[in-house]
């Protein structure tokens, strides 16, 4: 592949709800531009996109694939993202380095869940896109509806057809191109003169064009006004001007598995949308911690940002980046900025599919990829070490699916932790954390489709195996009122014996989680024995009274006791004070804590009814109701052990049209039919341990 400057680089983002199209239409691009001498196909598992084993297995995208190609002496970035809504940090991070979009939506379908996901998401990065109504060849295939449908959801926006559809249906054999007046029939290659049909229908769509282009710019609009007949180029230009600024959104057709109208969106995509410096500026952080804009510019110094990594078990790890600045050569030595590190790169590629093709230099604006990096991480910027910039990471949406994880042999616990480490270093959607209070390894992504990729990821290219289970609620136990007690722990085995006698008050805290004091007077225990007591109190504290679970907001005040001067040691303290604190405890009105969740969930209006029903069985607390777009938004604060497979139930509920987020917001007292119900299970968990 020959060198392209910035100009002649074009970066695209192509988005949509699942199964719109997306991974079809990039196969016709890449086989039109010849990349490729046959088309493949989703259900036969052939396509570039979609070349990993799982993708291949599920027959769905479920990462994102980048299909590097040439057309009419420009380099075309095109980045095929995955439409399922567990995937939608792979999104964030394609829109993260492109600078256009093309947002597909099915002719049959019409606007789905994922359509309004991915344009809010087009809409935070500020990126000029097309609309692509797709599979144009389907029976009951319908552009006016879809059209129709789209400016009723987006009603602040002008979508403006530059395509018409030359038949439809089964009949779809090309489309009517606006901005030259050309028929192009098949995939487009070739013009014809329009059809006598369509003749009127194609001047009156054009006028809507011409009147955006001219209102694109103040002096193109002050030439239309008086009557002035605008000229190809100034046409093009003000159109091109007005998609930019966001209030005008083309709309185009296709059929991607029959290659119809394949070559009028290259072009247009080349005409239309903007090389990387007419994008927009880039912001950047120096050591001080101060942002600034610079251009996309071969002269400007190196920053590389690190969007994606991925595992591969033949050539180690490949690091994805995009160039926002300066020029990058192969062979080379970079500056980790993030990890102050010193990486090596060797032979730059571009990407199509898994495809690697070598290439000495990347200008500005452009992406590539490199393998083997030892210490770079998704998120990261290579540059200068004299210059150190870094750029921030997209903001990425909460977990709202999690499991426990364990390891299926010993030899995988040694590497589970490295593992779940390096999964999600390469996927920002996923994390994982040691639950202290449940003694569990957590694992949380997007949905369950999300987690299970994930773990057969690891199986597959890292060769270590784990197991799941539903995890358990990390559930506190506290104290509503003082409570007193008073232990003497007395062992007598022959020899010196063990004494210690402890009387303990124990009260609730209101600002942290612990507060020890030591209110004896007179000496009745020597100060050397606190320390063991507060050790004793601190394992409690730990391990739980009512039902295993972590205690906090409790202060506990040592208030009298008995020593002896030959059996006292500090180990006796330590008994009575555990024992102690936990007869204080149950005396002190003990509950248990739920962390409660705020949940915010969009469906269709159809749906509001089913979902509020539903949230009044989980124990919710409804916060408001509004409507976004032509669909209902509901607001609640409702239980962690409530929604722990919310995504699998609201899914179901809407057919798959619902989506929601949530956040911790705080803990609450658990009702005592509840946390009855939790204490029982934990007895019966300590009845079966002891027995095993």
């Not at 539903?470 to 003497?488: L, M, W």
């Not at 409690?540 to 040691?569: N, Q």
Request: charged share 25%; glycine share 8%.
């Amino acid at each position: 592949m020959k060198e392209y400057a910035t100009e002649f680089i074009r970066n695209i983002a192509l988005v949509s709800h699942g199964g719109a199209g997306k991974t079809s239409l990039g196969e016709a691009l890449l086989y039109l531009t010849g990349v490729i001498n046959r088309m493949g196909r989703v259900e036969e598992g052939t396509t570039v996109s979609d070349y990993e084993d799982e993708e291949i297995r599920r027959k769905l995208s479920l990462s994102t694939s980048l299909l590097t190609t040439e057309f009419n002496n420009h380099k075309i970035n095109v980045i095929d993202t995955p439409g399922y809504t567990d995937f939608i940090g792979e999104v964030i991070s394609a829109l993260g380095v492109a600078d256009s979009a093309i947002i597909l939506v099915d002719s049959v379908a019409g606007i789905e869940v994922g359509t309004e996901v991915v344009w809010d998401y087009c809409d935070r990065f500020s990126l000029p896109r097309f609309l692509m109504i797709s599979k144009m060849n389907r029976e009951n295939a319908n552009f006016e509806r879809v059209l129709q449908s789209m400016r009723e959801f987006a009603p602040d926006l002008m979508f403006i057809p530059i395509q018409l559809p030359w038949g439809e249906k089964n009949g779809f054999k090309g489309v009517i191109d606006l901005l030259d007046m050309q028929a192009r029939p098949e995939d487009g290659s070739k013009a014809v003169p329009i059809p006598e049909e369509y003749q009127d229908a194609a001047e009156k769509a054009r006028i809507s064009i011409i009147e955006a282009a001219a209102e694109g710019d103040d002096e193109l609009i002050e030439k239309y006004l008086n009557g002035e007949v605008l000229t190809p180029e100034e046409i093009a230009f003000g159109f091109k001007k007005a998609i930019k600024s966001g209030n005008v959104v083309p709309v185009l057709l296709s059929a991607g598995t029959a290659n119809i109208g394949t070559a009028p969106l290259l072009n247009a995509i080349i005409s239309l949308l903007p090389d990387p410096n007419q994008a927009s500026e880039f912001t950047v952080q120096a050591k001080d911690g101060a942002e600034k804009s610079l251009p996309v510019t071969d002269a400007g110094p190196l920053v590389a940002y690190v969007w994606k990594t991925t595992a591969d078990p033949f050539v180690g790890r490949l690091t994805y980046f995009r160039i926002f600045s300066s020029v990058l050569e192969s062979d080379n030595r970079v500056w980790n900025q993030n990890k102050a590190a010193e990486e090596r790169i060797g032979k730059l590629f571009v990407m199509r599919g898994k495809e690697q093709v070598a290439i000495e230099r990347l200008h500005a604006g452009d992406i590539g990829v490199v393998a083997k990096l030892n210490k770079t991480n998704t998120g990261d910027v290579l540059g200068d070490r004299s210059k150190p910039l870094t750029m921030s990471m997209p903001e990425y949406p909460n977990a709202l699916y999690s499991v426990a994880v364990m390891p299926k042999t010993q030899a995988d616990s040694a590497k589970m932790g490295s593992t779940l480490t390096r999964l999600s270093e390469e996927d920002p959607t996923l994390s994982w954390h040691q639950e202290s209070s449940t003694n569990e390894t957590i694992l949380q992504g997007m949905g369950g489709q999300h987690i299970d990729v994930a773990i057969r990821k690891a199986e597959s290219k890292l060769q270590v195996g784990l197991n799941t289970k539903t995890p358990k609620v990390p559930y506190r136990e506290t104290i509503t009122k003082t409570g007193q007690s008073q232990y003497r722990h007395k062992k007598q085995t022959g020899g010196s014996g063990q004494f210690a006698e402890v009387y303990m008050r124990v009260e609730p805290l209101k600002d942290g989680d612990f507060e020890f004091v030591n209110e004896v007077f007179g000496g009745a225990i020597s100060q050397g024995y606190m320390p063991a007591i507060e050790k004793g109190v601190r394992s409690i504290m730990r391990g739980g009274v009512l039902a295993g679970y972590p205690l906090e907001k409790i202060k506990v005040a040592v208030t009298d006791g008995k020593e002896h001067p030959v059996d006292s040691k500090a180990v006796a303290f330590e008994i009575a004070g555990r024992e102690a604190f936990k007869q204080a405890f149950r005396e002190a009105g003990p509950v248990l804590l739920e962390p409660i969740m705020d949940i915010r969930i969009t469906v269709p209006e159809a749906n509001m009814g089913d979902v509020l029903g539903d949230l009044n069985t989980r124990r919710a607390k409804v916060q408001g109701m509004e409507t976004e777009r032509g669909r209902s938004v509901v607001t609640a604060h409702v239980p962690l052990a409530e929604v722990l497979r919310y995504t699998t139930d609201l899914r179901s509920m809407t057919g798959g049209r619902g989506v929601f987020s949530m956040k911790l917001i705080r803990y609450e007292v658990v009702p005592s039919h509840v946390a009855n119900q939790v204490i029982a299970a934990h007895k019966k968990e300590m009845i079966e341990k002891d027995g095993g």
